[in-house]
């Protein structure tokens, strides 16, 4: 009983954390699944969710608040593809790359201008926000509720890309892209529809995130955002279940290993491993050469 | 095509570069009163952005504050008018020192600041090649002034600092173990878990020691760990954007464990964060409120009476024991001055030594390293109803 008393904390928020990373990693996963591109702005969006979180719970009640946030972060991750990458779309691969990567700082700048530089502080979200005990460790709500939706969300992500039209065209889309234009799937649509799912998922991540760790800065989404792409990669990057699963093993591992004493080299660790793994399977944990890449 | 997305990166470099720089040229613009006659220049070299931010606005509205009161110097009987420099060294070590070479440029007489060891250390060879004086406000690492002659401070030590943490953990709550928590590479923090831990080890007690990395957020497995190693004392001497995730942590996980910190503490980020939760915080620091009622009142009427400044000091008018230590820098800077005679960098720096002036948080004098002759620090308590600082006692070494 001492021995999961002293270690549950660990392992809760393990599975927490890389519930948040999932969310973030299948934005980067999809894209780069369609697009071939390494979306470089998503750790950024999903920073930009947050800092809307906190400014507009001061500008509505919080039930409109969570929703407005949402469509917001959607309608960004849209405006961003529309305006940053579609322009390129026939341009060598490297010039959308570089269009994300000044895309990133554009909203880290933006967001340091607007906050001044200072660290926002995450509103309380009731309920979520709440302190509970789990088996004698006492955590946050969130902790618990996180890697639940996290799962009802990726099984309604797979329901949309196994079951429906757009999900089909998607997963054409991802195998041809030339073959799938000439079947007459309007691929601007899927692409953007790429964009919407990503963002939605990482404003949901924002929120639950930063219930959490609730210090908004400029800078916020560099450190989830690159776990994320790991976890991305580690799973095998396209690989929808490959990033969610990779993500949990991040999220758990650096946990278990910062409970073990080694707190300065958690990342180290981390990514440490990350190559071991990619050193015996290149294409990550489920980066199959046959696999839906959606 | 290829040009025209050469051209869409060099658009998004650019709109980059004036988003950046928009912040900081905005602050000095603010401060330019009128240039015209003689001017003599000093500069304020402090985060306004980064880790730091917050303390750094904080202690840089101190010296605004005596800037306004005090807007002029008198040179052998000549009226000067002093100007602020201001720039932002974005609490980095590696962007700071760009930002003193911005301060060596404008042709600064002396430089106040940095909130922050790190970037002070970083940036003190800059100050030293170009021969101009810097006097640190609330840097209390004692690499910022060993070794050289134009690095001086008006605050204590690290060493002093860590023993009288020590000493108050084991007087008042009998500790036994301490935790101590430090950034990777920060020189303020690790420094000051260092001396601490010197200390406590002294006085017979065990302390179990970590690092977090640059740029982490999730306290979740360090609150863990304190539980874990039944430590009676949480001491992490970090950035105040660290201590809020801390604090917030802390309360989270139901931590039943005294939290001290050092002197960044001293900060209403800190009682912000702390407000309503379950946390017994305390930390040592250069002033208590109350210690000056008349400067008290004079800048927080200031700060109410502009919304620039009243967003720097985070939205309220409590006051943070650096806003008086900047005020107290920006005096001691003046009467180097006056006692040189000269706007001369080289004049004011062989001044500076023999300055002697008494400020809101005590008699400021320098010892022959350059340091602030300082004996005793207020240990205060975060009362987490009110969401305000109470004094607990005055604390020296023996």
């Given at each position: 009983m001492d021995f999961i008393r002293d270690n549950l904390p660990y392992i809760l928020a393990g599975i927490s954390v890389g519930g948040q990373y999932a969310l973030i990693a299948i934005g980067y996963t999809m894209v780069y699944g369609i697009?071939?591109?390494?979306?470089?702005a998503h750790g950024d969006m999903f920073m930009i969710a947050g800092l809307m979180g906190v400014y507009a719970v001061t500008w509505m009640p919080l039930y409109l608040a969570i929703p407005f946030v949402i469509i917001f972060t959607v309608v960004l991750g849209f405006l961003i593809e529309r305006v940053a990458y579609r322009p390129l779309r026939?341009?060598?691969r490297m010039s959308v790359m570089i269009s994300a990567i000044g895309v990133s700082y554009l909203l880290q700048n933006l967001a340091l201008y607007v906050t001044g530089g200072l660290t926002k502080t995450y509103p309380s979200i009731p309920w979520i926000s709440n302190t509970i005990t789990v088996f004698g460790a006492t955590t946050k709500v969130v902790t618990v509720i996180t890697p639940i939706l996290t799962i009802g969300l990726v099984v309604a992500l797979m329901i949309l890309i196994h079951k429906t039209k757009i999900g089909m065209a998607m997963r054409a889309v991802s195998r041809d892209f030339e073959t799938s234009r000439l079947m007459g799937i309007q691929i601007d649509n899927v692409i953007s529809m790429t964009f919407i799912i990503g963002s939605f998922l990482a404003a949901i991540g924002s929120i639950l995130y930063f219930s959490n760790y609730t210090g908004v800065m400029p800078t916020a989404g560099a450190m989830p955002g690159l776990k994320a792409f790991v976890a991305a990669v580690f799973g095998g990057i396209g690989s929808i279940p490959g990033a969610v699963i990779g993500a949990f093993i991040i999220g758990i591992c650096e946990n278990i290993i910062k409970g073990m004493g080694l707190t300065t080299f958690s990342d180290a660790f981390t990514f440490a491993f990350l190559i071991i793994i990619l050193i015996v399977r290149p294409t990550g944990l489920f980066g199959e050469k046959n696999i839906d890449k959606v | 095509m290829k040009k025209l997305s050469i051209l869409l990166a060099l658009v998004l470099a650019f709109s980059m570069f004036a988003m950046g720089c928009g912040g900081s040229s905005d602050d000095a613009a603010a401060d330019d009163s009128s240039a015209g006659g003689n001017v003599i220049k000093i500069g304020v070299f402090e985060p306004a952005s980064g880790d730091n931010g917050a303390g750094g606005k904080q202690e840089t509205l101190g010296i605004q504050y005596a800037n306004a009161m005090q807007p002029t110097v008198e040179i052998n009987g000549e009226e000067y008018q002093v100007q602020l420099e201001i720039v932002d060294n974005e609490s980095s070590t590696d962007k700071g020192p760009t930002a003193a070479q911005n301060l060596v440029s404008k042709g600064v007489s002396i430089v106040l600041g940095s909130y922050g060891s790190g970037v002070s250390i970083a940036a003190s060879d800059i100050f030293g090649d170009a021969g101009i004086p810097a006097l640190g406000v609330t840097c209390t690492n004692p690499q910022v002034t060993e070794g050289n002659d134009h690095y001086f401070r008006i605050c204590f030590l690290d060493p002093f600092q860590g023993t009288v943490l020590a000493n108050f953990a084991k007087d008042n709550f009998e500790a036994q173990t301490a935790y101590c928590l430090a950034k990777l590479g920060d020189d303020y923090s690790v420094g000051l878990c260092n001396y601490f831990k010197q200390a406590f080890e002294g006085l017979g007690g065990k302390v179990v020691y970590e690092t977090f990395p640059d740029g982490n957020s999730d306290f979740t497995s360090y609150v863990a760990n304190a539980a874990k190693a039944n430590a009676d004392v949480f001491f992490a001497p970090v950035s105040t954007e660290a201590a809020a995730l801390i604090i917030d942590q802390a309360s989270a996980q139901n931590l039943q464990m005294p939290i001290l910190a050092g002197d960044t503490w001293d900060s209403n980020v800190i009682t912000g964060a702390a407000k309503g939760k379950n946390v017994d915080i305390n930390v040592t620091t250069f002033y208590q409120e109350g210690g000056n009622p008349e400067f008290d009142e004079g800048i927080k009427a200031w700060i109410e009476g502009d919304s620039t400044n009243l967003a720097n000091n985070?939205?309220?008018?409590?006051?943070?024991a650096v806003t008086a230590m900047g005020y107290d820098a920006y005096f001691t800077a003046l009467e180097a001055i006056k006692l040189a005679g000269s706007a001369d960098p080289a004049d004011v720096m062989a001044a500076l030594p023999n300055v002697s002036y008494e400020g809101v948080t005590g008699l400021i004098t320098f010892n022959e390293i350059g340091d602030a002759n300082r004996t005793t620090a207020y240990v205060k308590h975060c009362n987490t109803e009110s969401g305000i600082w109470e004094f607990v006692a005055e604390q020296g070494v023996e």
């Open positions: 697009l071939r591109l390494i979306n470089f026939s341009a060598p | 985070g939205g309220n008018t409590d006051l943070a």
